[in-house]
């Protein structure tokens, strides 16, 4: 049987060299507001992001961009710019894809034969939900195939 983390372990190899995207978590104070300040870097697979020695669930995506007065036509629009601005203002280059809300994600739980988030054992063979109304697929086959998006 092929274990969740020899899975992982085989993709880290086969990323080396691939390009990473910036994660970030949110920060506020009463000087600087609120920011988005950098907390490493992950290869980004689809609902996954695998970073040098975990993996944790993908949240809110987004890139780092200079506020921009402007009327938007929706609500939802200006609070997705003013996300964009924090991460900004803290520190990410104008750009840059920066992912928040991420969740970290236990493979030895998996292996045991419990869920972790979007990661589930089923019948032995480590498996992935691609989307939360989705069906589980093998997760070999789903990294293999994000990796070759990406160039790996």
Same mark, same amino acid.
């Given at each position: 049987?092929?274990?969740?983390?020899?899975?992982?372990?085989?993709?880290?190899?086969?990323?080396?060299?691939?390009?990473?995207?910036?994660?970030?978590?949110?920060?506020?104070s009463?000087?600087?507001?609120?920011?988005?300040?950098?907390?490493?870097?992950?290869?980004?697979?689809?609902?996954?992001?695998?970073?040098?020695?975990g993996?944790?669930?993908?949240?809110?995506?987004?890139?780092?961009?200079?506020?921009?007065?402007?009327?938007?036509p929706?609500?939802?629009?200006?609070?997705?710019?003013?996300?964009?601005?924090?991460?900004?203002?803290?520190?990410?280059?104008?750009?840059?894809v920066? #992912? &928040?809300? +991420?969740? $970290?994600?236990? /493979?030895? !739980?998996?292996? *045991?034969?419990?869920?972790?988030?979007?990661? @589930? %054992?089923?019948?032995?063979?480590? #498996? &992935?939900? +691609?989307? $939360?109304?989705? /069906?589980? !697929?093998?997760? *070999?086959?789903?990294?293999?195939?994000?990796? @070759? %998006?990406?160039?790996?």
């Open positions: 049987m092929t274990t969740t983390a020899a899975l992982l372990d085989d993709a880290r190899g086969r990323l080396a060299g691939a390009p990473r995207e910036g994660l970030g978590v949110e920060r506020s009463r000087w600087r507001g609120t920011r988005i300040v950098r907390a490493g870097t992950a290869w980004h697979l689809g609902v996954l992001l695998l970073t040098d020695d993996v944790l669930a993908t949240g809110e995506v987004l890139r780092a961009a200079e506020p921009v007065r402007r009327g938007y929706a609500e939802s629009a200006r609070q997705r710019a003013e996300r964009r601005a924090q991460a900004r203002r803290g520190g990410f280059a104008e750009g840059e920066v #992912h &928040v809300g +991420w969740t $970290p994600l236990d /493979a030895a !739980v998996v292996d *045991a034969g419990k869920e972790s988030g979007p990661l @589930a %054992l089923i019948e032995g063979v480590p #498996h &992935v939900r +691609w989307s $939360p109304g989705g /069906a589980h !697929v093998p997760l *070999a086959d789903y990294l293999d195939e994000r990796i @070759a %998006l990406l160039g790996g």
